[in-house]
Structures are given as structure tokens and as C-alpha cells.
């Protein structure tokens, strides 16, 4: 049972747009969402976090969106860059053990 | 303070063949946990370590396994090898909640 599911498999954007990538868990013990983004020949590296008590956190240029009663949390990265095309991985987590991870987004942004 | 490091970078087996690989987290960090990184499955967790015990462990069999030394290097063995077994594998280590990641291992197995 996937236990985190993320949408869409892969996103196009403009530059200068908005970029939303979607997850959903089925644990309501999950107390910890993390996004990550990776580039090719990386490892994925954090990006932002929420805890379940906040409904959003932004950082910079991006947000996470928590709606805990649908069990369902994104990401939105506004102003678009090139430089943002990656793959994007949303997870839980409760307490910090054990990560379930979505299968990952990939994002183009094209100038 | 420098990141978590994974040797090899690359390695390139064959079908029977057993591979360690190794994982040297953030100074400070004592868990280490593993993943297989796959176009298909994205990451699975493999398992976790914590002061040289396995904490946690994912759904993958026997042929995976791993060990954690006293200084909290961590080493992930895979014996007899499968076509199936190619992929990134990626070690993390943290501290608290926040979970930092290596560079991974590319194994392909021939």
C-alpha cells in the first residue's frame, strides 16, 4: 500500500509561473512532511518542511500547503525558474522514523 | 561541516556477485538510514541504523543488509546479485527529524 501518493508524474511550466505538485497520505500519525528536490546525479536534498499544527510555511519562493483534515499537503513554487527543473519527492514521516515517500514529480520550466 | 559521502560512486557487477557499499554520514549524526532509488518504485527504504542497531526495516529480502560502526560509518551488503537489484542507492543520515542525503551509489548489475 503506498502509503504517501503523489500528482502529477511530471509538470511543465512557464517561466514566471506557478508550480503545484500534490501529495496525499493515509496515516493521520504522520507528524512530519518534508519536500525534496533532486537533480540528475544527485542525492535529493531538503527543501522545506511542515509540521501538522500549521496549515502553510513558506520559504522564499516556496510554500507548503497542509490541509490536515483531507490529509493532503503542497508544494507551490511561484515565479518559476529554469533553474527549478528537477524532480520534486514529497514524504512523511512520524517522529522522524522511518520515511514514506511519494514516487516524485518531474519539473520542467521552460524560459 | 561536510556532507554525508558514499563510496563508490559508481559500480558495475554482475549477476551472482555481491557488493558492499558504504556511507559516511554528517559529523554528529548517529542514524543512518538506506534507500533504493529506482525510475519505477522512486525510494524505498531499505533500513535504518542508530548507535550500530537496526531500528527499522523496509520490505526488501534477506539478500539486504546492513551493519554501523562505532563512528557511525554505515556499509550496506547485497549478496547474490539480480538484474533487478540496478539502481541508486542512496544513503541519509540526521541528527533530529531532518533527513540529509549522499550522493548515492549507482550499481548496475550485467
Known amino acids: 500500500q503506498q502509503q504517501v501518493k503523489q500528482s502529477p508524474q511530471s509538470l511543465i511550466v512557464q517561466k514566471g509561473g506557478i508550480s503545484i505538485i500534490n501529495c496525499a497520505y493515509e496515516n493521520t500519525a504522520f507528524d512530519y512532511f518534508p519536500w525534496y528536490q533532486q537533480f540528475p546525479g544527485k542525492g535529493p536534498a531538503l527543501l522545506i518542511a511542515i509540521r501538522p499544527d500549521v496549515s502553510e510555511k513558506k520559504e522564499g519562493r516556496f510554500t507548503i500547503s497542509f490541509n490536515k483534515s483531507a490529509k493532503q499537503f503542497s508544494l507551490h513554487i511561484m515565479d518559476s525558474q529554469p533553474g527549478d527543473s528537477a524532480t520534486y519527492f514529497c514524504?512523511?514521516?512520524?517522529?522522524?522514523?522511518?520515511?514514506?515517500f511519494g514516487t516524485g514529480t518531474s519539473l520542467t520550466v521552460i524560459p | 561541516k561536510a556532507g554525508v559521502t558514499q563510496t563508490p560512486r559508481y559500480l558495475i557487477k554482475t549477476r551472482g556477485q555481491q557488493v558492499t557499499l558504504s556511507c559516511s554520514p554528517i559529523s554528529g549524526h548517529r542514524s543512518v538510514s538506506w534507500y533504493q532509488q529506482t525510475p519505477g518504485q522512486g525510494l524505498q527504504f531499505l533500513f535504518e541504523?542508530?548507535?550500530?542497531?537496526?531500528?527499522n526495516k523496509g520490505n526488501f529480502p534477506g539478500r539486504f543488509s546492513g551493519r554501523q560502526f562505532s563512528n557511525s560509518r554505515s556499509e550496506m551488503n547485497v549478496s547474490t546479485l539480480e538484474l533487478g537489484d540496478s539502481a541508486l542507492y542512496l544513503c541519509?543520515?540526521?541528527?533530529?527529524?531532518?533527513?540529509?542525503f549522499g550522493p548515492g551509489t549507482r550499481l548496475t548489475v550485467l
Open positions: 541519509a543520515s540526521r541528527a533530529g527529524v531532518e533527513q540529509f
Open positions: 514524504a512523511a514521516s512520524h517522529t522522524g522514523n522511518q520515511f514514506y
Open positions: 541504523y542508530f548507535s550500530e542497531t537496526q531500528r
